[in-house]
DNA sequence: TCATCCTGTGAATAAAACTTCACAGAACCC
DNA sequence: GGGTTCTGTGAAGTTTTATTCACAGGATGA
């Protein structure tokens, strides 16, 4: 079951959405502060949380930078009666999902968590893969430089690539591109051109994670 | 040299922009239209780019939606004189790197292309040395097994853990031990009783995250 | 004390990961 | 056509990682 956490401090506002989203067929958990929105998160594992933007104590913008460090790719909706554009590219910037605007219709509300979750799905696709394989290609610094080289550039030539890395020997740059294409991280079009897939910007994504975790 | 490219129909605001961007060290390539936007890109790499949002022919989010196809990590900013929530909302959502509102002034909008050539920049820094030394240990199936079952134990004599993970042969598991031992990840008390380390514990959660964002 | 298990070292060996070298067809430019 | 660059293969060689073997001191217990 969908598990889904609606934030708000307005208990009409909360109640009525959580009623929405249950009759969707959805698992609705509420939490009235950001305080209390933490306690359920340190619990349970949620697949969506809709979250207020103004609240008194922890705020929405705050929350989700909290929620972020616990759980970087969880999809959160920012709702909020006091719509700006400064406060909508924050929360964007802080990585939401969305941002829906208070009073809102149910019907767009629900699109917009429909679109969402429908987002994370695919986010997360069909990957079943072992973890030897992704730890041991990625622990290669080579490999993952070409992998967020290839990423920045989107797609690349291999001599490009090549360059960009400053290998002169070819040969050794086909090896570990050979490699990142049997562990399904690139692919080449029919153009030849080098891409990631998306299991690739998965996978990137979780270096970047563990990166950050190691940081500090 | 950092290269930025303007797009904006407004020749005016364009060139304006330009100049005091080129004044700032950049170096500037300016763009009327979106088609030209595109023709530019094909030619050159480019580290930023500013974006109208509402031109004649292709618009801005069109553009954007183009310029991510090709590069999906390229830092855009997108600007704009019609500044609606939905609007950012759509332009962040596409991935662009921050939205500013016109009529702006001159030191904000080099103020938010300092800090996202800066974010662009930190996010292309990943000579972690550290890295390597964990993912290559941990690439290792046996050692985050031993990770594993010491955590669950709390800590465990040396015979104890070669009994647990069924190895006949004790000088195997030593080599792995040391490994551990020297990454950081394990440690050894008075008595000889190995036990996570603090390192261990972070890095065994990281492993746990990873797994789950494999999983399905 | 003697036998046994625990904990470890160092060397030899095997396997894997990585690099380099030699070559070659396809595409592109003159 | 002829030279050059791009893209690749396969094999040989090197380095790193992993396993196995031989041995040994210390603790433990009968």
Known sequence: MTEIMVVDDDQDLRESVAEVLGEAGFSVTQASRGEEALEHLALKNFDLILLDLVMPGLGGLELLGRIRDKAPRLPVIMITAFASVDNAVAAMRQGASDYVTKPFRIDGLLASVG??????????????????????????????????????????????????????????????????????????????????????????????????????
Request: hydrophobic residues 35%.
């Open 115 to 216: 679109r969402v979750l429908e987002e994370a799905r695919f986010e997360c696709c069909r990957t079943s893969l072992d973890l030897d394989t992704v730890l041991s290609c990625l622990s290669n610094p080579l490999r993952r430089e070409i992998l967020a080289h290839v990423e920045q550039e989107g797609t690349l030539r291999f001599m490009d690539l090549c360059r960009k890395l400053e290998l002169e020997d070819h040969t050794k740059m086909n090896f570990h591109l050979k490699i990142l294409k049997e562990a399904g991280f690139l692919s080449q079009d029919e153009s030849k051109l080098y891409g990631l897939t998306s299991l690739g910007t998965q996978v990137l994504g979780c270096v970047r994670f563990l990166t950050k975790k190691l940081a500090n």
